[in-house]
């Protein structure tokens, strides 16, 4: 098992910058990938961002050039630095981590973005 626990949401005006977290129990190394994934109201999760075990990262076009993933392997730490935030970026932020056949899931974050 494993937990993830994000935090860094909250309220931004479109323009401004926010950085999500996502803490893991345990190393990150046992993860062949971790991600954000966002969820709006009324819409599909998506996949935000991606990072893999060998640090092959992985965007979706929405967020490109504006989103960073990250990770601090000494403090099991996953970020996501979000700039140039758009009222479209509101959405529940999830972190997601994959191993073997097991896939985990944080409580999520919620990211508001203001026009």
């Known amino acids: 098992q494993a937990q993830l626990v994000e935090s860094g949401g909250g309220l931004v005006q479109a323009g401004g910058s926010l950085r999500l977290s996502c803490a893991v129990s345990?190393?990150?190394?046992?993860?062949?990938?971790m991600g954000w994934y966002r969820q709006a109201p009324g819409k599909q999760r998506e996949l935000v961002a991606r990072i893999s075990s060998g640090s092959a990262i992985t965007y979706a076009d929405s967020v490109s050039g504006r989103f960073t993933i990250s990770r601090d392997n000494a403090k099991n730490t996953v970020y996501l630095q979000m700039n140039s935030l758009k009222p479209e970026d509101t959405a529940v932020y999830y972190c997601?981590?994959?191993?073997?056949?097991?896939?985990?899931w944080g409580q999520g974050t919620q990211v508001t973005v203001s026009s």
């Open positions: 997601n981590a994959q191993r073997a056949f097991s896939v985990y």
């Open positions: 345990g190393s990150i190394f046992s993860f062949s990938a």
